[in-house]
T-cell receptor, first 114, second 110 residues
Framework: GAVVSQHPSRVICKSGTSVKIECRSLDFQATTMFWYRQFPKQSLMLMATSNEGSKATYEQGVEKDKFLINHASLTLSTLTVTSAHPEDSSFYIC??????????FGPGTRLTVL | QKEVEQNSGPLSVPEGAIASLNCTYSDRGSQSFFWYRQYSGKSPELIMSIYSNGDKEDGRFTAQLNKASQYVSLLIRDSQPSDSATYLCAALYGNNRLAFGKGNQVVVIP
């Protein structure tokens, strides 16, 4: 199957700093990528849809100015958590689609904000 | 808000038994449904997709869909210790977005 990578896999940062997470589709082009967040013992919650060459579409309740998404190419989307706080500590997972019924998930990024 | 409900608590099954998981969804317009397996600390991996009413079998896994009842289920036959994981049900809705249930933890006891 198709491969989606994420970098970094794990990051620890101080409160107030910004963290950038990259999501890459390694062997296919993805016009759409999705960003999810998963808190411990909870399910994946869709944060936003990242569209190549246009603005991301955010789900209700997700602050677009705090979670900046850039999808500059057909193989790369980035999520920047700005002014991170401890409550932003979570498992961030991206996925890339090859059609409506096929989404490949990245391995996830564990963010810990001290 | 599109909702996918998985209400059962952790499920413990003996090795070799059948594990049965259930899921309901709120959006009658959803047409595609998925079961993902997630090991602790890892991202989800797709194990089954189903789009039509009825049963779909793939190896030891069988997915069942009933659109009239808005119900999806997953059976795992001959459960193995390696099947111990959290199983997430998901439904596809507008703009190819996935809504996930909270998951069911399955523990297979050797």
């Amino acid at each position: 199957g198709a491969v989606v990578s994420q970098h970094p896999s794990r990051v620890i940062c101080k409160s107030g700093t910004s963290v950038k997470i990259e999501c890459r589709s390694l062997d296919f082009q993805a016009t759409t990528m999705f960003w999810y967040r998963q808190f411990p013992k909870q399910s994946l919650m869709l944060m936003a849809t990242s569209n190549e060459g246009s603005k991301a579409t955010y789900e209700q309740g997700v602050e677009k100015d705090k979670f900046l998404i850039n999808h500059a190419s057909l193989t790369l989307s980035t999520l920047t958590v700005t002014s991170a706080h401890p409550e932003d500590s979570s498992f961030y997972i991206c996925s890339a689609g090859q059609g409506p019924n096929t989404q490949y998930f990245g391995p996830g990024t564990r963010l810990t904000v001290l | 808000q599109k909702e996918v409900e998985q209400n059962s608590g952790p499920l413990s099954v003996p090795e070799g038994a059948i594990a049965s998981l259930n899921c309901t969804y709120s959006d009658r317009g959803s047409q595609s449904f998925f079961w993902y397996r997630q090991y602790s600390g890892k991202s989800p991996e797709l194990i089954m997709s189903i789009y039509s009413n009825g049963d779909k079998e793939d190896g030891r896994f069988t997915a069942q869909l009933n659109k009239a009842s808005q119900y999806v289920s997953l059976l795992i036959r001959d459960s193995q210790p390696s099947d111990s994981a959290t199983y997430l049900c998901a439904a596809l809705y507008g703009n190819n977005r996935l809504a996930f249930g909270k998951g069911n933890q399955v523990v297979v006891i050797p």
